[in-house]
T-cell receptor
């Protein structure tokens, strides 16, 4: 069981759709992350929020738009994605001595 | 540049012990993490080392030598369910995780 909850677990969308991925944690962690992971590769950092402010955007295309409504929630808004964006999208939250991942959203772009 | 090295694949026998090594060169060091990842699943946090020495958690132990830029994950009494990828990650001076490519561990009966 994970203390970081992500929804949905699976998402199939067309290239013209708009959808959102959601992440929630109630551990009081003040840093939250979005990662993208392709098969047999390590996670790639997309966005970092620290104290609800975007602190790092690793040059991610604008078709991915993050949002941090409060210290427990993190969203990733998706629009006009490409087939190569199909991947496992992971949310994580951290304290100094740990970083925990949610179960991820398996995203497929048709 | 920043670099994390770990073996691509290792094979071990059920009930045995295996050591997975990780060497790193990063801009700054604020801790080293080990994760376990089964195929198609999210990474699971295993351990965190920030000071030199050995941290033990049940069948899993992790060791760190900052002066050598070296860590290992030791798995004892291997079980078939330990077959997975093991990822080493270093938190750098910007407090971001730099990831190794992962070690695929195959456990044979």
């Amino acid at each position: 069981d994970t203390e970081v909850t992500q929804t949905p677990k699976h998402l199939v969308m067309g290239m013209t759709n708009k959808k959102s991925l959601k992440c929630e944690q109630h551990m009081g962690h003040r840093a939250m992350y979005w990662y993208k992971q392709k098969a047999k590769k390590p996670p790639e950092l997309m966005f970092v929020y620290s104290y609800e402010k975007l602190s790092i955007n690793e040059s991610v295309p604008s078709r991915f738009s993050p949002e941090c409504p409060n210290s427990s929630l993190l969203n990733l808004h998706l629009h006009a994605l490409q087939p190569e964006d199909s991947a496992l999208y992971l949310c994580a939250s951290s304290l100094m001595q740990s970083q925990h991942f949610g179960d991820g959203t398996r995203l497929s772009i048709l | 540049g920043q670099n994390i090295d770990q073996p691509t694949e290792m094979t071990a026998t059920e009930g045995a012990i295996v050591q997975i090594n990780c060497t790193y060169q990063t801009s700054g060091f604020n801790g080293l993490f080990w994760y376990q990842q089964h195929a198609g699943e999210a990474p699971t946090f295993l351990s965190y080392n920030v000071l030199d020495g050995l941290e033990e958690k049940g069948r899993f132990s992790s060791f760190l030598s900052r002066s050598k830029g070296y860590s290992y994950l030791l798995l004892k009494e291997l079980q078939m369910k330990d077959s997975a990828s093991y990822l080493c990650a270093v938190r750098d001076s910007n407090y971001q995780l730099i990831w190794g490519a992962g070690t695929k561990l195959i456990i044979k009966p």
